[in-house]
C-alpha cells in the first residue's frame, strides 16, 4: 500500500511540474483560409498540435502602416467550430495589415499576446 502512495505522490508531483512549465510559448494562432472580410484564426497547443477552445480573445486591432497610422474595425464574431475564432474586418484599402491582439488561454495564468500580419483586400 505504501508503494502505492508513493507512486500517486510521484505521479501528482510529474503533472503540477508539466503544468507550472507551460506557458504562452506553447500555443499559436494560425490563418485558416485565405483572409479576406471575415478572418478565422485557428489557436493550436503546440506540444500535442492540438485545437484549443475556450479562449478569449481581447482587444484585437487591425493596423496598417508604421505605427498603426490607419486603423480599420474589428469585431470577433460567434465560434463555428472548436479551437476556431472568427473576426470581422472592415479594412478601408487592400494591402498589409496587422492583427494584434490578447487570448485569455484556459488554465494558463498568462494573457496570450498575438501579432499576424495579413494582405486584405478593401
Do not use: C
Amino acid at each position: 500500500m505504501r508503494g502505492y502512495s508513493v507512486l500517486l505522490a510521484a505521479l501528482a508531483m510529474t503533472m503540477l511540474a508539466g503544468a507550472a512549465l507551460a506557458g504562452a510559448n506553447d500555443y499559436r494562432f494560425e490563418v485558416v483560409g485565405k483572409p479576406a472580410k471575415v478572418i478565422r484564426l485557428r489557436l493550436l497547443h503546440l506540444p500535442d498540435g492540438a485545437p484549443v477552445a475556450g479562449a478569449i480573445l481581447i482587444q484585437p486591432k487591425l493596423e496598417m502602416g508604421e505605427h498603426g497610422a490607419m486603423s480599420a474595425p474589428v469585431k470577433l464574431l460567434p465560434a463555428t467550430e472548436p479551437g476556431t475564432y472568427t473576426l470581422e474586418a472592415k479594412p478601408s484599402m487592400s494591402g498589409q495589415w496587422v492583427l494584434s491582439f490578447g487570448a485569455k488561454v484556459p488554465g494558463e495564468a498568462a494573457t496570450l499576446r498575438a501579432q499576424i500580419t495579413l494582405n486584405l483586400d478593401e
